[in-house]
């Protein structure tokens, strides 16, 4: 992988874990998804129909952004449902650890794409990294009951999460080679906001989305351009990188936000949490050297 994708993927990454970081303190988290989504369509739609007006879009390209609109609206959808009823430190690495496990191997069927071994390594440590920073202390529990990982509340909806994340990583991969990156992203966003609304105000209704808005109006823009710059980036980078080695490497957000957790919430950095990340940098080192 190429020091420039690596260069846009630690942007990513920073980008990314700032935004989960105003996630995190949050009232209702689906609803300030859908509100950070639509604030941000709503900020860049100048320079979103600007570029609509200046590209021909084909019908293959406008199938790909419709494809990946759908999965992220699952992807949503599917996450804060295995947040409402599982433990965070349980359905997030399941959620984030399928992904980077499954999209190098469906790259290699689906695109075609020609994988290093060592990047297969890189992979699969990251992965390696994901659960021993958050199922340290499961690890026993599940090593002699391992059906017992298919019951526990939110792993159903924490697996087709995951399984989301590797299908539109492929999609977009596929997009990008079509439609430029920040487009690509701005129809994404539209989009995503628009589908997600029916569900947040049949969850919540509009006067306790209302209510989200007014108490979190900064956050929440702050939160949306850094969404959208965040994957606009990742976009980027799989246009002239692997998904293969992209999809992985993001994973080094995941360092990023515990160094973050520790430095801005004060919070502890205890063993797992850094030989998680250790581990996590060593897959992301693997994956930058191959070629």
Not at 88 to 96: F, M, N
Not at 108 to 131: D, K, M, P, Q, S
Request: hydrophobic content about 55%; proline content about 4%.
């Amino acid at each position: 992988m190429s020091f420039i994708a690596l260069l846009l993927i630690l942007l990513s990454a920073l980008a990314h874990s700032s935004w989960n970081l105003l996630l995190k303190q949050s009232g209702d988290k689906e609803t300030f998804v859908w509100w950070l989504l639509v604030t941000a369509s709503l900020i860049l739609s100048p320079i979103g129909f600007l570029l609509i007006s200046q590209t021909n879009i084909d019908l293959q390209g406008w199938l790909l952004v419709l494809t990946t609109i759908a999965l992220h609206i699952f992807y949503f959808v599917f996450l804060g449902r295995g947040y409402a009823q599982g433990d965070l430190s349980l359905v997030y690495p399941v959620a984030r650890g399928i992904g980077p496990m499954l999209t190098p191997f469906l790259a290699i069927v689906v695109l075609n794409e020609r994988v290093h071994i060592l990047a297969i390594v890189g992979a699969l440590t990251i992965v390696l990294g994901i659960y021993l920073m958050f199922w340290w202390n499961n690890f026993a529990k599940f090593a002699k009951k391992p059906s017992e990982i298919l019951q526990t509340p939110g792993i159903g909806y924490a697996i087709l999460t995951g399984i989301i994340i590797s299908l539109y990583s492929l999609v977009d991969k596929k997009g990008v080679s079509s439609i430029q990156p920040f487009l690509y992203m701005y129809l994404l966003t539209l989009g995503t906001a628009i589908g997600l609304t029916p569900y947040i105000l049949w969850k919540v209704g509009w006067k306790s989305a209302n209510l989200e808005l007014r108490n979190n109006i900064t956050p929440i823009v702050i939160a949306g351009l850094l969404t959208y710059l965040a994957y606009a980036l990742v976009l980027t980078a799989f246009s002239f990188s692997k998904v293969s080695y992209v999809a992985p490497a993001r994973e080094i957000g995941i360092v990023v936000g515990v160094l973050m957790g520790v430095v801005i919430l004060k919070e502890d950095l205890n063993k797992q949490r850094i030989i998680g990340s250790l581990t996590i940098m060593v897959g992301v080192i693997c994956i930058t050297l191959s070629p």
